[in-house]
């Protein structure tokens, strides 16, 4: 069996967030058992203390791993955001600390999908506001402002996983889809390309968000936006809250201009379900406010925790880092039993990989494998070498100027 440089059971494990019980299970079955598990994010100076001497992290969407947080990582090793979004973390500084983030790109999509596609039919039906009067007492029979589905516009910004899937539930129900991408994108169905946001804005009665939180997508939607909408539309974001202007979004049901909205995400969350929840659209009866589930079913989180500490383990155990979000993509066959495994990562400059192998061969160390990758700033190298203690190898490899980490497996 191969023996990492850090033993398994030396190697600090932390689950954050309520990550599903299977990844824990996944761990346990592979030999790790400094395994610490919490509910939710703990506050800062906790979470500093724990993250010190953590070598594996998971976290979901909630916990922030940047500024303080990310420099008090002093000995990660890989991080796992055990959902879609991995705006969460600074990318980029783990990437230059050598810390593969991985993530589960599809695990939720169809929750997600499911969540929006039911969420339309009762914004239509204006289900949303009886249902609210009706736990007051109040009768609120009436065909006015309730419609079907069938033969509505859903326009959908961002056409990825989510927004693709919904399109699919959108059209069985008999919706005519249209959507934005700032990619080029496949039309699924009958599904139509639409140029630009400001163009598909006027043509819906429903509009569903499913794009990523990045600096082009932030306060995308606004009051400009919003007003481009039809007087009586509806809104849906489930994708991030700072995709849409809150205060924007609540002007609009104010004014009656927008007929409903169902938010899943938030500009601010609260950090557990201990905390309170604020938000400028409690007094809307015509608004579903939901606690950010669009992923949160069992089918999903089982999913993910599979997905994300398979990735993980497998990191941990044999190097390979197929699928990273961040890190050059390698998928590494077994360790061969007579072989000892060195990991470098480097800056990616021109005469690095020739001071690697000069280390090889002034020790006179015979490489059976070598595997490389590089993406943008980072280089990744993995050697299966024969040599009888790696110690000094290992020492001379981190004496190259532009190395960022160095790992062995026996
Ligand atoms: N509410 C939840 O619980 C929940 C669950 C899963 C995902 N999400 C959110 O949903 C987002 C979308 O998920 P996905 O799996 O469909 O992602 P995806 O990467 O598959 O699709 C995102 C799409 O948005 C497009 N896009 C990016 N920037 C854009 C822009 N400026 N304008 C138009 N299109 C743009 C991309 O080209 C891509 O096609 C995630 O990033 C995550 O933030 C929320
Ligand atoms: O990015 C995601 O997958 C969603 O926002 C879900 O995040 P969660 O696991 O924190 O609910």
């Known amino acids: 069996m191969t023996k990492l440089s850090l033993s398994k059971e030396k190697i600090k494990v932390v689950l954050l967030e309520g990550v599903h019980p299977d990844a824990e299970t996944l761990f346990r079955q592979d030999g790790y058992h400094n395994i610490h598990i919490y509910k939710s994010t703990p506050a800062d100076d906790e979470l500093q203390n ?40 600074d990318l980029e500084s783990c990437t230059s600390k050598g810390i593969p983030v991985f993530n589960a790109p599809f695990s939720n999509t169809r929750s997600v999908a499911e969540l929006v596609m039911a969420e339309i039919i009762l914004l239509l039906r204006g289900i949303p506001e009886k249902n609210a009067k009706a736990h007051r007492g109040q009768w609120h029979k009436s065909a006015l402002h309730s419609n079907e589905t069938r033969g509505k516009t859903l326009g959908i910004v961002g056409f990825g996983h989510i927004g693709s899937q919904l399109c699919i539930l959108a059209e069985a129900m008999g919706m005519q889809v249209k959507y934005f991408d700032i990619e080029n994108k496949l039309p699924l169905g009958n599904s139509m390309a639409v140029s ?24 995308m939607i606004g009051a400009k936006e919003l007003a481009l909408l039809p007087k009586g539309a509806f809104l849906v974001n489930a994708a991030r809250g700072l995709i849409v202007d809150i205060d924007a979004l609540a002007n609009s049901l ?28 409690l007094e809307f009866d015509n608004v579903i406010l939901t606690p950010h589930i669009g992923g949160s079913t069992q089918e999903a989180q089982v999913n993910i925790a599979n997905e994300v500490a398979d990735k993980l383990i497998k990191y941990s155990n044999n190097g390979s880092t197929s699928s990273a979000v961040n890190f050059p993509e390698v998928s590494l066959p077994a360790l061969h039993a007579d072989l000892t495994r060195v990991m470098h990562i480097h800056e990616n400059k021109p005469g690095m990989l020739e001071q690697i192998n000069h280390s090889f061969s002034s020790q006179k160390i015979n490489i059976a494998a070598m595997y490389l990758q590089t993406l943008g700033e980072i280089g990744y190298v993995i050697m299966d070498v024969n040599c009888e203690s790696s110690d000094p190898i ?17």
Request: glycine share 6%; hydrophobic share 40%; with cysteine.
């Open 254 to 281: 104010r004014i009656g201009h927008l007929n409903g909205a169902a938010i899943d995400v938030f500009p601010e969350e609260p950090a557990s379900n201990n905390d309170p929840f604020e938000s400028p659209l």
């Open 50 to 89: 724990i993250l010190s001497d953590t070598h594996i992290l998971g976290i979901r969407s909630r916990t922030q791993l940047k500024g303080a947080n990310l420099a008090a990582c002093e000995k990660l090793m890989a991080v796992g955001t055990f959902c879609i979004g991995t705006n969460q973390v």
């Open 196 to 219: 630009s946001l400001e163009d598909l804005l006027p043509q819906v009665d429903v509009l569903s968000l499913h794009v990523p939180d990045t600096e082009l997508t932030r306060q």
């Open 394 to 410: 290992v020492n001379q490899l981190k004496d190259i100027e532009g190395t960022i980490r160095v790992r062995v497996l026996h």
